[in-house]
């Protein structure tokens, strides 16, 4: 009875039974059945989980060549530790704030006008009944998503060259003095934020369209009995379903809120200074990697909140 009572009084204090070591093998041994059982399934997940762990979790040992004096020739592990010293620098640098500033500018400015943009496109998408039509509004929009940013690039220097740039004739044609959108520091962000728009916002419109395509018909059609017009049933039918859509997007985009990269910016060549444009001119003029993997854990860490 006492070794009872201790075995019971065990068991309460560990919340749940005591296992034995042969219970333990046979769990073991039912989750290798399993894994071979559904080894399809397994083998389907393969390519992404391998994707994460090389591209994403391994660079991650990097990491702490932000807080040392690296230097090739060491390695990691050979460079001195310095501490917070990049840090300390980068903050204290002439040109932080113009860099924070110029980056959260560029962010903000495209959340504002890209989130919502996809958004219309998609409830517009979904009352078009003309199929032709909409399959090639769709492919129009859906194209530009598909062109590199170099090519991006050169499409936007050749439609806004002072001298054979289209738009500029369009302007001219209309009457309007063309402004010189290349030469222009204040024309900058407006043009790497519309070029942004214009490539991303067809490709962006599919998440909610698939949103779209889960609303009951059964609801419209209670609404055009009711007398609801087009427009009412947008706003009180639509629109409500994509709000989960919506706001997890948005969520994921203000994650990258400092993520603004310097590719169409190297290839436009404009005048304009912000993190990416730091850490590109560091790595490659200064040859220091130190500096420009403070500049990105700064935008990490800011990040993180969001």
């Known amino acids: 009875m006492a070794m009872q009572d201790t075995k019971t009084m065990k068991t309460l204090l560990t919340g749940g039974t005591v296992r034995k070591p042969e219970q333990g093998k046979q769990a073991n041994g039912k989750w290798w059945k399993r894994i071979v059982r559904n080894w399809e399934l397994y083998l389907f997940i393969a390519p992404a989980f391998f994707y994460f762990l090389i591209f994403c979790y391994?660079?991650?040992?990097?990491i702490q060549i932000a807080f040392k004096n690296y230097?090739?020739?060491?390695?990691?592990?050979?460079?001195?530790?310095?501490?917070?010293?990049?840090?300390v620098r980068?903050?204290?640098?002439?040109?932080?704030?113009?860099l924070l500033w110029n980056t959260l500018s560029i962010s903000l400015y495209e959340l504002a006008v890209g989130f919502p943009i996809p958004i219309i496109l998609a409830l517009a998408f979904n009352e078009l009944k003309n199929g032709f039509f909409k399959r090639l509004a769709q492919?129009?929009?859906?194209?530009?998503?598909?062109?590199?940013?170099?090519?991006?690039?050169?499409?936007?220097?050749?439609?806004l060259s002072p001298?054979?740039?289209?738009?500029?004739?369009?302007?001219?044609?209309?009457?309007?003095?063309?402004?010189?959108?290349l030469t222009d520091p204040r024309w900058f962000k407006t043009m790497y934020v519309f070029s942004g728009v214009w490539q991303s916002a067809g490709w962006g419109t599919i998440i909610y369209l698939a949103a779209l395509s889960g609303v009951d018909p059964q609801l419209h059609e209670a609404a055009i009995i009711d007398g609801a017009s087009r427009f009412q049933?947008?706003?009180?039918?639509?629109?409500?379903?994509?709000v989960p859509t919506m706001t997890i997007l948005l969520i994921l985009n203000m994650g990258s809120l400092l993520g603004v990269g310097f590719e169409k910016y190297?290839?436009?060549?404009?005048?304009?200074?912000?993190?990416?444009?730091?850490?590109?001119?560091h790595s490659c003029t200064a040859r220091g990697l130190s500096m420009p993997s403070t500049?990105?854990?700064?935008?990490?860490?800011?990040?993180?909140?969001?």
């Open 295 to 306: 500049a990105s854990r700064r935008r990490s860490v800011c990040s993180i909140p969001w």
């Open 71 to 87: 230097i090739p020739t060491k390695g990691f592990l050979g460079s001195p530790w310095v501490g917070f010293d990049h840090f």
């Open 90 to 98: 980068f903050f204290n640098s002439y040109y932080f704030w113009d």
């Open 163 to 181: 001298s054979t740039g289209i738009i500029i004739h369009m302007l001219e044609w209309l009457g309007l003095e063309a402004p010189q959108f």
């Open 266 to 281: 190297c290839c436009c060549k404009t005048r304009s200074i912000w993190n990416r444009r730091m850490s590109y001119r």
């Open 233 to 242: 049933r947008v706003r009180h039918i639509n629109i409500p379903t994509l």
């Open 58 to 62: 391994g660079p991650m040992y990097g």
């Open 139 to 159: 492919t129009v929009t859906y194209a530009p998503h598909f062109i590199s940013v170099v090519v991006m690039a050169g499409m936007i220097i050749t439609f």
